[in-house]
Each structure stands twice: as structure tokens, then as C-alpha cells.
């Protein structure tokens, strides 16, 4: 019984280039949560998805962040143009049902680190 | 905005002696969640309390949701190196979401 999967575990961008980080959530799970955390500090919320469809971004820059979850396929939180500023561990959790106060099964994160 | 607020931010304790974080929310929760998180690894889920009151125990950890449902602790008792990680309470509010409070460092002393 697969856990959640992200990939990949690490990536190393050059200011300025794109990062890509995927997420497969649990199996029969259709909601999908992506967290930010700087090294020592706590987790701070990105955004909330269900299948096809953003349901919360407030905690997501309005500028250079984007999120999906297709139909078929991962989830991805895109990165365009990285900075310095970007650099941090995101993770993806998912749950099963509706709501955010199911319990949150978590990946192992993607540690992006920026030059 | 609501907020959950966690003490102690870091707790150094000797092997053997007792633990406790607490987690406090400036608003009414529908319930509260603990994770652990170890060094270099990912929260995991630990327990959700739901009810008023409510007390659940897991071997030495021991939960409690706060009758007013705004506050949490979880004590550990004679901790062991196994304990070492991050402990966060999240919090869940209105509009359905959760609240992560910023976590409880703990450090065992061998």
C-alpha cells in the first residue's frame, strides 16, 4: 500500500530556471496539500487541491507559483523563474474525504535547493 | 487571522524525565491533529482529537483536547531517544482548514 509519493527527492535549480515537483497522492485519496519549510521552522500551508480543481491558495505566491492536480497523473507545484528565496523543503500531503480536518498522510518531500 | 500558537518552540530534556507541549488557538477548534516529525523526515499523523475534553493515550504519549476546544497538550512520559523530532499540533478551524502550529523541538539528553 503505497504511501505518498513525491519526486523528486531533491533538485538543484540556477536562479532563474523553472522547478517542477510532483506528487502522487495515496491510493483513493483525491485531495492533495502542498507545505512549504524552511529548515528549523514549521510548516506553512501552499495550497489545497481536489481533482482538477484549486480549492484554496491563500498560502501560495500569487507570482512565479502555480499548482495542479489533472485528472490523471500527479499533482505538480510549479516554480518559474526560482530565486534564492525559494529554497526549502515541499511537501505534499493528501487525505481521504472532504474537508481539511482529515488526517494528512505526508510524502517524504522535495528538498529544492537554489544556486 | 485564526492562529495556533505552540510552547515551547525547543525542550531539551534529560532521557528518562517527562515531556509536555502545549498548542493554543485564538479561535474554537473542530478538532485538533498531532504530527512527529523526525529529523531530516516527514510529519507523520499521530492522532486527531474531536470531542470536548476528549484524552487519548498511545503507550507513553498521552493527548488532551481542552474543554473549550482551543487548547491542547501532548505529555510524554519517561522519554527515550526515540522521542527526538518535532512535535506540531494543527488545528482545524473554519472553512475547513487546518492550522499548523510551529512545532515543539525536542532534544534528548543521553
Known amino acids: 500500500n503505497a504511501g505518498v509519493m513525491q519526486n523528486p527527492r531533491h533538485l538543484v535549480r540556477r536562479r532563474g530556471q523553472e522547478a517542477r515537483l510532483r506528487c502522487s497522492p495515496m491510493k483513493g485519496h483525491s485531495h492533495v496539500y502542498w507545505y512549504r519549510q524552511l529548515p528549523e521552522e514549521g510548516l506553512k500551508f501552499m495550497v489545497y487541491l481536489q481533482k482538477e480543481n484549486i480549492i484554496d491558495e491563500s498560502g501560495m505566491p500569487k507570482e512565479r507559483f502555480s499548482a495542479e492536480f489533472p485528472k490523471e497523473g500527479p499533482s505538480i507545484l510549479r516554480i518559474q523563474q526560482v530565486v534564492r528565496g525559494d529554497s526549502a523543503a515541499y511537501f505534499c500531503?493528501?487525505?481521504?474525504?472532504?474537508?481539511?480536518?482529515?488526517?494528512?498522510?505526508f510524502g517524504d518531500g522535495t528538498r529544492l535547493s537554489i544556486l | 487571522g485564526q492562529q495556533v500558537m505552540q510552547i515551547p518552540q525547543y525542550q531539551h530534556v534529560q532521557e528518562g524525565e517527562d515531556f509536555t507541549t502545549y498548542c493554543n488557538s485564538s479561535t474554537t477548534l473542530s478538532n485538533i491533529q498531532w504530527y512527529k516529525q523526525r529529523p531530516g523526515g516527514h510529519p507523520v499523523f499521530l492522532i486527531q482529537l474531536v470531542k470536548s475534553g476528549e484524552v487519548k493515550k498511545q503507550k507513553r504519549l498521552t493527548f488532551q483536547f481542552g474543554e473549550a476546544k482551543k487548547n491542547s497538550s501532548l505529555h510524554i512520559t519517561a522519554t527515550q531517544t526515540t522521542d527526538v523530532g518535532t512535535y506540531f499540533c494543527a488545528g482545524g478551524g473554519r472553512d475547513d482548514k487546518i492550522i499548523f502550529g510551529k512545532g515543539t523541538r525536542l532534544h534528548i539528553l543521553p
Open positions: 500531503a493528501s487525505s481521504l474525504g472532504t474537508g481539511m480536518n482529515q488526517p494528512q498522510h
